[in-house]
């Protein structure tokens, strides 16, 4: 760490937004730990496990789109506020029938899906609103790299802390805690003082808006090829958690202690990462460090999928848990970064829809593999893909790195 590693916290709305959403994707890591465990413990099932993730994930594919070009119409603030206190609703429903309910797996998907469609929304507004959070706009690349380091810090405490609770309290314990973690935010929120909203002359309808956001994806080949590269690597690698519940029992011979501690040395790799990431000077060639990014990404996989030992299956989650979050960050940097600002919630939209959208599709496909080769097998298969798709696309992005010097 340097000086640039927290420059962003200069603003203060940016301080506020990061202590609020430190403490609500804690609750969230927690919650989402909870819904895998416990659906394949009732099922014994890795589709079932493929089946939640897809879910949770799969209503973003669906709405992240409008969700990108409500945020680019409308006041972005109003939009992140109701989405969080939607997600804080969800929160509750959760537990309430997690508690007082002799509930199914049905119940929690359903949830689920609740949860994935208020996301398709969250994500563009909240992503792009953090341009007007920092005041400093070179200051804007290391404010998207500290925010990676706080989902990473929450990847790191809250599944470790959820798997003590799901052996000691229940499940309805992590939900309850998620939903109160929402309070946090929605008062950080409210605390800022943004630019005022100046709206937008709307001289076209909202599907003109997103064919406007399509074309100038394509148009824009420097952005697009980053999309794709993010798709491919979101439907086949980047689903690879889906199958530590059943690493943890199976492989490890384990519980859900052990299920949350995979979890959370993903976050320490990733949480590594991000501290890197906010600490490269702006005029990094990130780029270059993508490429290196992603081959440990990986290989970390492969690696973990050959692991029959908990401490080298920890020490392999956490590198590849570090080359995951480079690799997702620095796409999602270099989107802001270089998009244009009336365009920008539209490409975090697509953005969203390549992370959120093929992930849960990704996870159907890899449990349903998994159902026939075995879990760690379908691991190993996921690594060798990165490492193909990094190949094919080194060649493009070291040309482009190397034009933009």
Not at 27 to 51: C, E, K, P
Not at 155 to 172: D, N, V
Not at 216 to 223: G, N, Q, V
Not at 274 to 302: D, E, M, P, Q, Y
Request: with cysteine; hydrophobic share 55%; aromatic share 12%.
């Amino acid at each position: 760490m340097n000086i640039n590693t927290f420059k962003a916290f200069k603003s203060r709305n940016y301080r506020l937004f990061f202590a609020g959403q430190s403490v609500s994707l804690m609750g969230t890591w927690m919650q989402r730990t909870a819904v895998y465990w416990v659906i394949y413990v009732q099922t014994n099932s890795a589709f079932m496990l493929g089946l939640s993730v897809f879910a949770s994930q799969f209503p973003s594919f669906l709405f992240s789109l409008l969700g990108g070009t409500i945020a680019d119409r409308y006041n972005r603030f109003k939009v992140l506020l109701f989405t969080q206190i939607a997600s804080m609703v969800q929160a509750v429903a959760m537990t309430l029938v997690v508690v007082f309910t002799d509930y199914s797996v049905v119940e929690l998907i359903f949830l689920s899906v609740l949860l994935g469609i208020v996301n398709a929304f969250d994500v563009p507004a909240r992503q792009s609103l953090v341009h007007y959070m920092v005041e400093q706009k070179e200051d804007v690349g290391n404010a998207i790299a500290l925010n990676s380091t706080m989902v990473n810090l929450a990847r790191l405490i809250g599944p470790a802390f959820a798997g003590f609770i799901l052996e000691t309290l229940g499940a309805g314990i992590c939900f309850m805690l998620n939903a109160l973690s929402f309070i946090a935010v929605i008062i950080s929120l409210l605390m800022m003082k943004l630019p005022a909203h100046i709206p937008q002359a709307r001289t076209q309808k909202m599907l003109a808006d997103l064919k406007d956001g399509l074309r100038y994806l394509k148009s824009t080949p420097s952005l697009g090829i980053l999309i794709l590269l993010l798709s491919l690597m979101s439907l086949l690698v980047l689903p690879y958690t889906t199958l530590f519940p059943i690493i943890a029992k199976e492989t490890l011979g384990g519980d859900a202690s052990i299920y949350g501690y995979l979890n959370s040395f993903v976050g320490v790799g990733a949480l590594s990462g991000a501290i890197l990431l906010a600490s490269l000077k702006h005029t990094s060639n990130l780029r270059k460090l993508l490429i290196v990014a992603t081959t440990l990404f990986g290989l970390g996989i492969v690696l973990f999928a050959l692991s029959y030992s908990l401490l080298f299956s920890l020490l392999f989650c956490a590198i590849a848990g570090f080359g995951m979050m480079l690799h997702v960050t620095i796409i999602n940097t270099l989107l802001q970064t270089t998009s244009d600002s009336n365009m920008r919630g539209r490409v975090i939209s697509y953005f969203a829809m390549a992370f959120f959208g093929m992930q849960p599709i990704g996870a159907l496909l890899i449990g349903t593999i998994s159902h026939y080769i075995g879990a760690g097998e379908t691991l190993f298969l996921e690594g060798c893909a990165a490492l193909i798709i990094i190949a094919l696309f080194s060649p493009y992005l070291w040309k482009v790195a190397n034009n933009r010097r």
